[in-house]
């Protein structure tokens, strides 16, 4: 008995060792995937080093491993190391892909209506993330939407997805991700004149003075039938209503941004285009739906 728990325990510490190197090798992923990474055309080791926080030399090593199983590539040239080939391989086989792929025609027929660009996003514990963005054709910001992470609770998009929960999963929500920390600023230049991609805040801060209050405004967004919110960019009012699937499961929330200037007194209006496109496209998906829920 004594040699099978000493075998168990060896065991576990075995999984712990393996689970702790999975979770830097993600870090060393998730660099790479930055909006930073992507928009320079890769980063290099010094680099994935900084933002890690991780030696150099560590980190040097994950990559060249990483880089001989297709996860990532390295410019000979520049010696700078992006996401590789099998990434965009496995990502076109996951269920976001799909929804994206789905989603675009339903995207196009907004962005043509409200002229405004127009996102899909899905929900990923305390953040929203962008899976399809199509472009208005005056807008400032052209491209790096696709990817990037917001924080859910004082996005639009975040509260149309979470409306869609149980009261129990938000008591549950509220408890792991109301005081997330914010999302780090990008640290290089964008175009100019370019959009705030994240809020500009140093410091956490809930989405809501209270539980209780958080599921007011979330019962508000059932009975609308969307969400609103002017919290993520100064100046900016974001709408946004739920996807649901043929299980009639929130899966993703379609989001439009426009400035207070351009839309005047009809936030309304535009709430309701976008709950219509979102209509449409659980339609498309095979929701049993006829309404807002």
């Not at 560590?58 to 990483?66: A, M």
């Not at 209780?212 to 039938?225: C, T």
């Not at 439009?256 to 496209?281: I, Y």
Request: net charge neutral; aromatic share 4%.
């Amino acid at each position: 008995m004594w040699l099978s728990i000493c075998q168990l325990i060896g065991r576990l510490e075995t999984m712990r060792t393996h689970t702790a190197g999975l979770a830097r090798d993600l870090e060393v992923i998730e660099a790479l995937a930055s909006a930073e990474a992507f928009t320079l055309g890769g980063i290099g080791v010094q680099r994935v080093a900084e933002l890690t926080k991780r030696d150099k030399g560590q980190i040097s090593r994950v990559l060249k491993t990483l880089e001989g199983t297709g996860l990532v590539d390295r410019d000979k040239a520049t010696r700078k190391y992006s996401l590789g080939h099998r990434f965009y391989s496995m990502s076109m086989r996951t269920r976001e892909a799909h929804l994206a792929l789905q989603s675009e025609s339903r995207l196009s027929e907004l962005v043509a209506q409200v002229q405004e660009t127009a996102h899909l996003n899905v929900l990923r514990g305390g953040r929203v993330l962008t899976i399809k963005t199509v472009v208005a054709a005056d807008a400032v910001r052209r491209s790096g939407w696709d990817g990037v992470l917001s924080n859910a609770g004082i996005t639009a998009s975040g509260r149309a997805i979470l409306a869609g929960l149980t009261d129990s999963e938000i008591e549950l929500w509220w408890a792991e991700h109301a005081l997330d920390d914010p999302l780090p600023l990008l640290s290089i230049d964008m175009p100019k004149p370019a959009e705030p991609i994240n809020p500009k805040t140093r410091r956490a801060r809930r989405p809501a003075r209270s539980l209780k209050q958080f599921e007011k405004m979330l019962q508000e967004v059932r009975d609308r039938g969307y969400a609103i919110s002017d919290e993520f960019q100064e100046g900016i009012v974001d709408a946004a209503a739920p996807v649901r699937d043929s299980s009639n499961i929130v899966v993703a929330a379609i989001s439009v941004g426009a400035s207070f200037e351009r839309l005047g007194d009809q936030t309304d209006q535009l709430g309701q285009m976008v709950s219509a496109a979102a209509l449409r496209l659980s339609t498309d998906l095979g929701a049993p739906i006829i309404g807002p829920a």
